[in-house]
């Protein structure tokens, strides 16, 4: 598949030819296919096809425009009558660090987010700078194995702000900032530069990478267990207490 995919790609507006061959006949067939830089989407979500009160916002890598994204996401689902939230940074690699300290705004009303060093500098924190749009709504966040860097930034300061539930497993663990630097010949050399960590959070992440407040503990790809987890808790939280 890497063979293909660097065939294909090439100088944008420039023409490839491809032949493909389809069962059951594998008759080949050609198509000729104008190269073009086709942005992706970082962020999408929908309504929980059981739970009809429940938004789920799977944010796919934290890029410049992940913050617009998700707030055109949570005008959606509100306007589908959502009234709880899901943030699911499962197999989240993270991205640009100020996009995830962005995130973490749209959901807090005040308190420090991010505090990070590099070496000779002085400790630069990163605070709540005005309340965010999007304060008031019951919010999880999914996480598992390969939730790293950004994501990690997004959950861990929601968590110990207290401002969402994390639901998941371990985290991966990357505590550190890197400088790309891109090279003549295409590749790039990253600089492990800068160090960061969740101010109050009483873990390093780094170490043991970030611990959830609902552990799940079967591998669960379908995130059925996941969603189980969120029902269990709102159920809990909304029962008549004595």
């Given amino acids: 598949?890497?063979?293909?995919?660097?065939?294909?790609?090439?100088?944008?507006?420039?023409?490839?030819?491809?032949?493909?061959?389809?069962?059951?006949?594998?008759?080949?067939?050609?198509?000729?296919?104008?190269?073009?830089?086709?942005?992706?989407?970082?962020?999408?979500?929908?309504?929980?096809?059981?739970?009809?009160?429940?938004?789920?916002?799977?944010?796919?890598?934290?890029?410049?425009?992940?913050?617009?994204?998700?707030?055109?996401?949570?005008?959606?689902?509100?306007?589908?009558?959502?009234?709880?939230?899901?943030?699911?940074?499962?197999?989240?690699?993270?991205?640009?660090?100020?996009?995830?300290?962005?995130?973490?705004?749209?959901f807090l009303e005040d308190g420090s987010i991010l505090q990070e060093h590099y070496r000779g500098q002085e400790i630069k924190t990163y605070e709540v700078e005005k309340m965010g749009p999007l304060g008031d709504y019951p919010l999880f966040i999914f996480v598992n194995s390969n939730t790293a860097s950004a994501a990690e930034i997004v959950a861990g300061a929601l968590k110990v702000n207290k401002r969402a539930t994390v639901v998941g497993t371990q985290t991966f663990g990357k505590d550190t900032i890197q400088l790309v630097f891109d090279l003549q010949d295409g590749s790039s050399l990253h600089v492990t530069a800068a160090k960061w960590w969740i101010p109050g959070l009483g873990e390093d992440i780094g170490v043991t990478g970030l611990l959830p407040d609902i552990l799940i503990t079967d591998d669960d790809d379908a995130g059925d267990s996941y969603i189980q987890a969120v029902i269990r808790y709102t159920l809990d939280q909304n029962s008549p207490r004595e």
Avoid at 14 to 26: D, G, L, Q, S
């Fill in 1 to 106: 598949m890497d063979n293909v995919v660097a065939a294909l790609r090439g100088p944008e507006g420039e023409w490839v030819t491809i032949e493909i061959a389809r069962p059951p006949e594998m008759t080949l067939l050609t198509f000729n296919i104008k190269r073009e830089d086709i942005p992706l989407p970082s962020v999408t979500w929908h309504i929980d096809t059981e739970e009809q009160w429940l938004g789920i916002i799977r944010i796919n890598l934290i890029a410049a425009s992940t913050v617009d994204e998700i707030l055109m996401a949570f005008d959606d689902l509100l306007s589908r009558k959502a009234t709880h939230f899901i943030l699911d940074l499962r197999d989240n690699r993270g991205g640009l660090l100020t996009s995830g300290i962005d995130i973490a705004r749209l």
